[in-house]
């Protein structure tokens, strides 16, 4: 693998390929994989080529102000959200060694109650995706910058962390270095 296909200088780091897989198909399927549904996948830079490594299986939104940060996706996919929405479990397209049994995991421990929001966690340390109940959809229609929704589990009185013996809840791509060496 080059450094130019993993991620380098002006290349999509969610193009690149782990295991013989783009970065971002394989985070998508795992969510596909879940118990989850609808899942809803927002584009924003290289869209076209994002969306041609996506299954078709996913409804894709495109964000125009991706360049804003993290913040102006995550309010992009929270409104493109069905009203009979009771939660969205939000994900990176970067992280694509997350296990779909996590996610429903993630799931299951919101409908059983087990707190809101409920951050995936390894070895007691939060990672990601995180599951935010529909009372929080307003808030995450507000948050700005590049942190998506990261501080209101830090500030909500039923915040919980949900062990899921994953390590790919802390592990994301950034750079050619983070891949797995072929």
Request: proline share 7%.
């Amino acid at each position: 693998m080059s450094a130019a296909e993993a991620g380098d200088g002006d290349a999509n780091k969610l193009l690149a390929r782990a295991d013989d897989e783009r970065i971002v198909t394989r985070s998508v399927r795992m969510y596909l994989d879940a118990v989850v549904d609808p899942v809803v996948i927002v584009v924003g830079h290289e869209a076209n080529r994002v969306r041609a490594a996506l299954p078709e299986a996913v409804r894709v939104v495109h964000n125009p102000d991706y360049a804003d940060g993290q913040a102006s996706s995550v309010r992009i996919g929270i409104g493109a959200l069905p009203d009979d929405v009771d939660a969205a479990v939000v994900g990176l397209g970067d992280m694509p060694f997350v296990r779909p049994e996590t996610v429903t995991l993630l799931a299951r421990a919101f409908h059983a109650g087990a707190g809101d929001p409920l951050a995936a966690a390894f070895d007691g340390r939060r990672g990601n995706p995180v599951c935010f109940g529909r009372q929080w959809f307003d808030a995450l229609r507000d948050v700005r910058g590049d942190t998506g929704g990261r501080e209101l589990p830090l500030t909500a009185p039923d915040a919980a962390l949900v062990e899921t013996a994953d390590p790919g809840v802390r592990r994301d791509i950034d750079q050619p270095s983070d891949l797995p060496s072929e």
